[in-house]
């Protein structure tokens, strides 16, 4: 097959990826909508609206504009098929972002081509089935493991996941990095130990720390490009 | 009845149960199409196999923690619903502080079992769900022409390869700047006394064992080990989160 006719046969997959990716978009969200008012029809009591719009402007509107800029960062990061399905299945963040980037570097894609975006998808449907099934099984299992999950002992553990996970793609993307990396742990550094309280709002702090380390990524490499002439 | 037990119920299960299998579904269906695709530009196989098993490992461990949220909520909302929640859509952070939050906006004192109705449990539920239904939405209304302007999905890889790749590095540079939000959080929280270094030290085990998994897998010939290497470093730092907390 000539380079021509595998991008013809990549677009047309592409285009297909986002008419599928909006009806399975638009057929969750009605179900994830329509569902707390089945249960209210089985249950005998509908959502109290009054309650609902109150809880909405106390935390809700925090998190439309976290979700907001989750959508722009990562959907970049993810292309078609991923982003879609990233955002039907959730857990971004601490979960498919990571699976996602760990899938294409091992297998050496680079970011907006057509492999990236069929080892972002694989990435993120693996992850997504592997997690559904877990919590399916263990939903299964849920009384006999309650006594060993919740235990007090491992519960540091179980605190502890989202450390655990950035502390290992810390040395994985600081390493060969460090002239992006240090300075922009320094400015957040100081940024938290300055303002506390934005310890809340970390998943916002990622904008101005994604911009810091791309500020910094393009003036090295102007640079380096410099330098090579 | 108690409302645990009507929230606990079969139908619950059903309601709950349907809506996981369809977006289970969907996800087998890009997968297929995916490796499909995959095959059809001439990408390797082994490669896609691998971003598979890779995928299913690394995301193992963080399930479990995932488990542990339908755990930690199931004895107020009963299972179903944060099995569903955390299933579809939900992030284990965003699940519990809205909850507690939406819980209080009901008028009840916070999530309990004791306090709990049906009334407030479907506006909890709700309100769970509207929060942070926004990635999709928007993904249904702007994904192709956001992605069409930023012309990621459009760039061959024969210009990636000869144009130097701005993109790559902004992502890696993007990760950079996650990872540093989340460490820096980390040191703010302990420098400023609002929080313990348990965080640190976890992070800091499980780089120091990440760096150990490349090692093997970069001077030892352990390439096999690059599958295991977050995983198995993560698994490391928990421990280290056992044994220091």
Not at chain 1, 12 to 36: D, E, F, V
Not at chain 1, 57 to 69: D, E, F, K, P, T
Not at chain 2, 127 to 134: E, N, R
Request: a positive charge; proline letters at 4%.
């Amino acid at each position: 097959m000539s380079d021509l006719e595998k991008n013809a046969a990549f677009e047309a997959y592409n285009q297909k990826s986002h008419t599928y990716g909006r009806i399975a978009c638009i057929i969750t969200l009605a179900m994830l909508i329509g569902a707390p008012f089945l249960m209210g029809f089985y249950l005998g009591a509908m959502p109290d609206m009054a309650g609902f719009v109150r809880g909405f402007l106390a935390v809700g509107l925090v998190w439309s504009v976290s979700c907001i800029a989750e959508y722009l960062v990562y959907t970049p990061m993810l292309g078609a098929g991923g982003s879609y399905l990233a955002f039907m299945t959730g857990n971004l963040i601490n979960m498919k972002i990571p699976c996602a980037v760990n899938a294409r570097d091992m297998v050496g894609a680079k970011a907006g081509t057509p492999e990236n975006e069929i080892i972002s998808t694989l990435s993120i449907a693996t992850s997504s089935l592997v997690t559904v099934v877990v919590l399916a099984i263990g939903v299964v299992m849920l009384i006999p493991l309650q006594p060993i999950l919740q235990a007090p002992a491992l519960q540091p553990a179980f605190d502890c996941v989202v450390p655990a996970l950035f502390g290992a793609m810390a040395y994985k993307y600081y390493r060969g990095n460090l002239k992006i990396a240090l300075p922009t742990l320094i400015v957040m550094g100081t940024l938290f130990i300055l303002v506390p309280s934005l310890t809340g709002s970390t998943s916002f702090m990622i904008l101005p720390s994604g911009a810091i380390a791309i500020g910094l990524a393009l003036v090295l490499n102007k640079k380096s490009k410099k330098g090579a002439k | 009845m108690s409302i645990l037990a009507q929230l606990n119920s079969p139908v619950m299960y059903l309601i709950c149960g349907t809506i996981i299998a369809f977006v289970a579904l969907v996800c087998v269906f890009f997968m297929i199409r995916a490796y499909k695709a995959g095959i059809s530009i001439g990408m390797d196989p082994v490669k896609m196999k691998r971003t598979i098993t890779a995928s299913a490992t690394f995301t193992l461990l963080p399930s479990i923690g995932i488990l542990l949220g339908v755990i930690a909520l199931s004895g107020s909302l009963g299972t179903p619903l944060p099995w569903l929640r955390l299933s579809v859509i939900g992030a284990l952070h965003y699940e519990t502080q809205v909850a507690e939050a939406a819980a209080e906006a009901v008028g009840l004192s916070g999530l309990n079992a004791t306090e709990m109705t049906a009334e407030a449990f479907t506006t909890i539920a709700l309100l769970m769900s509207f929060c942070i239904m926004w990635g999709m939405l928007m993904s249904v209304f702007f994904t192709k022409r956001y992605l069409g302007k930023i012309g990621g999905s459009k760039k061959s890889e024969s210009s990636e390869n000869s144009g130097g790749g701005i993109g790559d590095i902004a992502m890696t540079a993007m990760f950079i700047g996650l990872v540093s939000a989340y460490v820096g959080s980390y040191i703010g929280d302990f420098v400023s006394g609002s929080g313990d270094w348990l965080p640190i030290a976890v992070a800091v085990v499980a780089g120091a064992v990440m760096a150990v998994f490349i090692y093997l897998a970069e001077k030892k010939n352990l390439g096999w080990l690059e599958s295991f290497s977050i995983a198995g470093s993560m698994i490391a730092g928990m421990a280290a989160a056992v044994l220091f907390g």
